[in-house]
């Protein structure tokens, strides 16, 4: 687990998933509101999701990519959120892609293949986990409103084993709007993550 010290002391703010745990040890979860945790970057990244998923379409259907976006259907609708965000605890298909590079010159529509996910309960709470590829979120799913459920995280690299505390390198933070869109298929979108792109979206279904 991770204390803040300075900002709020005293709180216990986010103890890292068993998944990335290197010791495969489940710590407890923090059980409070996600405002409480945010980093202040993070709480302003949530806050404008929607300029980053309207710059993020506006660019990839200039580039061409008008096509790929309307055959995702209600995966890159900004608004196709459904009642009922939690999903059910298990490991889980999950595809990201990219919209909107940060870079000139880089691509503004990339989708990866699938990679394994999981769903796990940690402590009284649900955790995400990325298990496979160079680039691992890890973190847990924060109560939101009726339609989404807020991701807090970080970002695993190549061959690390242990995870960064939240908060201690902003370039690792991650937070984004876990929501569902339609019958076993959930969504996580992250907006303005710090490489690459202007969103990043993963589409999430169970395996089996």
Known sequence: MVSITGRIAGLIVLGMTAGCASSGTSQAAPRMDWRAIATEPDRARLRDWRSAWVQAIDKAK???????????????????????????????????????????????????????????????????????????????????????MIFLGTMLLSDERKPLDYGRDRERDMAGAFERIGDRRWRLALPYPHWESTLDVVEITPIG
């Open 62 to 148: 200039a580039s061409g990519h008008g096509a790929e976006i309307a055959a995702e259907g209600a995966l890159l609708h900004p608004d196709a959120a459904l009642a009922g965000a939690t999903p059910p605890v298990g490991d889980y298909r999950c595809r990201v892609i990219k919209l909107g590079a940060k870079a000139k010159g880089a691509l503004d529509y990339v989708s990866y293949p699938s990679f394994t996910c999981r769903i796990a309960e940690e402590g009284g709470m649900l955790s995400f986990t990325k298990l496979d590829g160079s680039q691992r979120p890890c973190g847990f799913l924060f109560p939101g409103d009726g339609s989404r």
